[in-house]
């Protein structure tokens, strides 16, 4: 007979939850039980510009033995970390205590996913994001990459960037030219469906370009970019935007995807946070199911 071990990985696909789809007045204990009665494989922790939540990466021994502690008894995984802190915080910055801040944050960050067993850091893919972009910010954007990749790879802990709502990173084949520079195995990329839909990329196309350097996917729906509006790159209800979730899943059934996905949505407040939650993932898990991806 399987242990439950040995049953945790069984499953053909990984199914997550953002922490911030979850009431954000939970605490850990509650959320990775929240997450474990609504059938999620692992939650993904958010580290952002937020001080409440860039604090976690100051906690002492105690706290991190607790939040460790609350994984084993809710039986939640949480193998990765939204690092968009970042974007307050940039590495691309003309300002070179910003810059500082920068690098600081990544090594709290990656002294946090030793302690805690995370093992893949999500960055974000902005040079620059609150200041205008040129070509310094670009270069000093990829040496500060060079850098982080090259504490990371000394700390076993993989860096995937994100696919973006912004036009810097909107593509895999925009991340294959930092790919290209860095040229490390802890180096990866973690499209988002919904940006590279927004974008009006071609899904089957920047997939298999990627696919062999894919460490995660996010889902989301969102709205497109036009030449008359802005696109919307969150808060969309899924099947009300335009990503063809369908055919996304059937081209990575078909690339052999066997990584992690992830639903990125957050919560709003409301009475009906979870329930919402509870349906997307049963919308969610449907469109794998039309696309050839079993749960």
């Given at each position: 007979?399987?242990?439950?071990?040995?049953?945790?990985?069984?499953?053909?696909?990984?199914?997550?939850?953002?922490?911030?789809?979850?009431?954000?007045?939970?605490?850990?204990?509650?959320?990775?039980?929240?997450?474990?009665?609504?059938e999620f494989d692992f939650v993904?922790?958010?580290?952002?510009?937020?001080?409440?939540?860039?604090?976690?990466?100051?906690?002492?021994?105690?706290?991190?033995?607790?939040?460790?502690?609350?994984?084993?008894?809710?039986?939640?995984?949480?193998?990765?970390?939204?690092?968009?802190?970042?974007?307050?915080?940039?590495?691309?910055?003309?300002?070179?205590?910003?810059?500082?801040?920068?690098h600081v944050l990544m090594e709290?960050?990656?002294?946090?996913?030793?302690?805690?067993?995370?093992?893949?850091?999500?960055?974000?893919?902005?040079?620059?994001?609150?200041?205008?972009?040129?070509?310094?910010?670009?270069?000093?954007?990829?040496?500060?990459?060079?850098?982080?990749?090259?504490?990371?790879?000394?700390?076993?802990?993989?860096?995937?960037?994100?696919?973006?709502?912004?036009?810097?990173?909107?593509?895999?084949?925009?991340?294959?030219?930092?790919?290209?520079?860095?040229?490390?195995?802890?180096?990866?990329?973690?499209?988002?469906?919904?940006?590279?839909?927004?974008?009006?990329?071609?899904?089957?196309?920047?997939?298999?370009?990627?696919?062999?350097?894919?460490?995660?996917?996010?889902?989301?729906?969102?709205?497109?970019?036009?030449?008359?509006?802005?696109?919307?790159?969150?808060?969309?209800?899924?099947?009300?935007?335009?990503?063809?979730?369908?055919?996304?899943?059937?081209?990575?059934?078909?690339?052999?995807?066997?990584?992690?996905?992830l639903l990125e949505m957050w919560?709003?407040?409301?009475?009906?946070?979870?329930?919402?939650?509870?349906?997307?993932?049963?919308?969610?898990?449907?469109?794998?199911?039309?696309?050839?991806?079993?749960?």
């Amino acid at each position: 007979m399987q242990s439950n071990e040995s049953q945790r990985y069984s499953s053909p696909i990984s199914l997550g939850i953002y922490e911030k789809a979850l009431p954000a007045g939970m605490g850990w204990s509650e959320r990775l039980d929240t997450a474990r009665e609504l059938e999620f494989d692992f939650v993904e922790i958010s580290i952002d510009e937020q001080p409440e939540r860039q604090a976690r990466l100051d906690w002492n021994r105690q706290q991190r033995n607790d939040f460790n502690c609350a994984k084993m008894n809710s039986g939640i995984r949480v193998p990765s970390m939204c690092l968009s802190a970042h974007r307050s915080a940039p590495f691309g910055s003309r300002d070179a205590a910003t810059r500082e801040r920068a690098h600081v944050l990544m090594e709290k960050a990656l002294d946090f996913a030793v302690d805690l067993g995370i093992r893949n850091i999500q960055l974000a893919g902005y040079d620059v994001y609150y200041e205008p972009a040129d070509r310094g910010t670009r270069q000093r954007f990829i040496d500060g990459l060079q850098w982080s990749v090259e504490r990371a790879a000394q700390a076993q802990v993989m860096l995937s960037v994100e696919i973006m709502d912004t036009t810097f990173i909107n593509s895999i084949s925009k991340w294959l030219e930092y790919d290209e520079l860095i040229q490390s195995p802890w180096f990866t990329v973690y499209p988002d469906l919904g940006n590279l839909s927004a974008w009006g990329n071609n899904m089957a196309t920047e997939l298999t370009k990627g696919i062999d350097k894919i460490t995660a996917i996010h889902l989301k729906d969102t709205v497109p970019v036009t030449p008359d509006s802005p696109g919307k790159f969150r808060d969309v209800p899924f099947g009300d935007g335009c990503v063809d979730f369908v055919h996304a899943f059937e081209v990575l059934s078909a690339l052999n995807y066997r990584g992690p996905y992830l639903l990125e949505m957050w919560a709003q407040g409301r009475d009906d946070d979870i329930d919402r939650v509870r349906n997307a993932k049963a919308w969610i898990e449907d469109k794998m199911h039309e696309g050839g991806i079993g749960l």
